[in-house]
């Protein structure tokens, strides 16, 4: 395999554990559009939340309110106020093994960049509260690339601004199927799913994850061959 020069990972459930904290701000989010639990039109966005995990937060809200501008950007709003006010309440905490896997790439001279669907001013919020600014190389939303996941720009923009050679130099690790659609788009040479978010096993090879593991701490050895990663099964 082509030796890896950057890793990609993904932001929430992957790196911080943060799933029930933005499950309930979009849960807020719509219920200022009128859809609230208990309703089958809370039942029917919900499921599309889970489905479209990974993507740009507003078209997430524009898949639920197609042809509504408007109530998508309001939306939009409050799912960022809900989060944003979360972390100000209880913080955020990194999955375990988090931030020794990103001392162990730094170390191996694999440079590292976090890709999220988050807007720019939500995941300032995020990096000011984990304070992990001198264990990255770089943050990508996307504003920054023009298209969120499942589209490969988040990728490709961190291979042009970290000046990678060759994209199967890349190694993406996230926790959804949007991930792994993204990672795989972008020409990576290596693709994890990890089984600490959102989707299933399937779910992740079904986006075209190459290799599954248990936790971001496994990614280091899985990348360095330091230990044995669960091969996908075609």
Aim: aromatic share 4%; charged share 20%.
């Amino acid at each position: 395999m082509t030796p890896v020069r950057l890793a990609c990972l993904d932001l929430a459930g992957t790196t911080i554990g943060d799933v029930a904290m933005v499950e309930r701000a979009f849960a807020e989010a719509i219920a200022t559009q009128g859809i609230v639990p208990g309703t089958s039109a809370y039942a029917r966005a919900m499921v599309h939340v889970h489905r479209s995990r990974g993507c740009p937060k507003i078209d997430v809200f524009r898949g639920i309110f197609p042809d509504n501008e408007a109530r998508a950007q309001a939306a939009n709003l409050t799912f960022e106020r809900s989060y944003e006010g979360a972390i100000e309440r209880t913080g955020l905490i990194p999955l375990p093994g988090t931030v020794e896997a990103l001392e162990k790439l730094r170390a191996a001279d694999i440079q590292v960049a976090l890709i999220t669907g988050f807007s720019r001013g939500t995941l300032g919020r995020v990096l000011a509260a984990l304070g992990w600014h001198d264990k990255l190389n770089l943050a990508i939303c996307p504003e920054d690339a023009g298209r969120g996941r499942p589209y490969p720009d988040m990728v490709l923009t961190a291979v042009l601004k970290l000046g990678i050679d060759d994209v199967r130099q890349v190694a993406v690790a996230g926790d959804s199927e949007n991930d792994m659609i993204s990672g795989r788009r972008a020409g990576a040479g290596l693709v994890a799913g990890v089984l600490t978010g959102v989707h299933s096993r399937e779910r992740l090879l079904g986006g075209g994850a190459t290799h599954i593991i248990d936790s971001i701490a496994d990614f280091p050895g899985l990348l360095l061959g330091h230990q044995q990663a669960i091969p996908a099964i075609r």
